[in-house]
């Protein structure tokens, strides 16, 4: 049997990542006050070592991932792209080849998803998308984590995503597919997210409805989730903030949501932007148990990449 790679959320399927999310449950509750560097009880993955390789900058994905190793009793290694020789030309494949005679398991940031694919059918140990253009998994391991944590169950969840429909949708949409959850697609015309993805959560019982009504997409929301506008490296910014406008998450787009319902952002956000001050630093935002549960999401992540899960 092959490494075990996770790509998108669908490499691993509904039962592994219900499997993850309790694992995540669990070790966070089982480590409550102890400093964040040490090791959990069992240490599943000491001696292992986890290579990062960032194409693309980061906060959350760098040091989730180097707490989650430290957690789990392994180590990481940081490796930024133009300090390597991947920045000088070396190919995809003879780095993922070099780099599963040296390493345990490979994550890695990256712009196209063919890179992150290409890399995953040269290792010889497990590969993890830190991110694409076309997904972002593990970064919604942690939401739906954070949405269990807060009393929600996935089956028949209302969820409204607003905005730009990006990598982080396309993961949310895959996730919809696999726990029978339902997404309201808001977003201007010719910014929808990819047919495939919203085929996929369709052909997987999950109710996708795609509008440009942020208010209809909002109403009686569960959950409302939105990200910034222009994501790294993209360009004709202004016209894209300007097309966008209409869908920012303020006060009143979450009076029209369930009074219990919760905001949810992958950060950094762009404060006046994508949502108000008001909204990220209410009562309803649970935008930093989110960035913390990057840690807990990305241990269980590596648990099953590891076939320990």
Not at 275 to 280: A, E, K, P
Request: charged share 20%; hydrophobic share 45%; with cysteine.
């Amino acid at each position: 049997m092959g490494a075990r790679h996770f790509l998108d959320l669908s490499d691993a399927g509904g039962d592994a990542l219900a499997a993850m999310l309790n694992d995540a449950i669990d070790r966070k509750g089982a480590r409550k006050s102890w400093p964040k560097g040490k090791a959990d009880a069992d240490a599943p993955l000491a001696g292992h070592v986890l290579a990062m390789i960032f194409e693309k900058s980061s906060t959350r994905t760098r040091v989730s991932f180097d707490i989650a190793m430290r957690q789990l009793g392994g180590s990481a290694i940081v490796m930024e792209s133009g300090s390597m020789q991947l920045g000088r030309g070396e190919s995809i494949a003879d780095t993922a080849r070099v780099l599963s005679r040296m390493v345990d398991a490979i994550m890695i940031r990256t712009d196209d998803h063919a890179k992150v694919e290409e890399m995953a059918r040269h290792a010889s140990v497990p590969v993890i998308n830190g991110l694409t253009d076309a997904s972002h998994p593990c970064q919604i391991v942690a939401d739906l984590l954070t949405i269990i944590e807060h009393g929600k169950a996935l089956p028949g969840l209302e969820l409204a995503w607003l905005g730009d429909g990006n990598n982080v949708l396309h993961s949310i949409l895959e996730a919809a597919g696999i726990f029978k959850f339902n997404v309201r697609v808001a977003t201007p015309a010719g910014f929808e997210p990819e047919a495939a993805f919203v085929e996929a959560a369709r052909a997987g019982g999950a109710t996708i409805t795609l509008t440009q009504d942020a208010q209809a997409a909002a109403r009686d929301a569960d959950v409302i989730v939105t990200d910034t506008w222009v994501s790294m490296g993209q360009e004709n910014a202004a016209s894209k903030i300007a097309a966008m406008q209409p869908f920012q998450v303020n006060d009143a787009l979450m009076a029209l949501a369930k009074p219990e319902a919760d905001f949810l952002h992958c950060l950094p956000a762009h404060v006046g932007d994508e949502v108000t001050q008001s909204v990220i630093e209410g009562p309803q935002s649970r935008v930093f148990d989110e960035a913390e549960n990057r840690i807990h999401a990305q241990k269980s992540v590596l648990l099953w990449a590891f076939g320990k899960l």
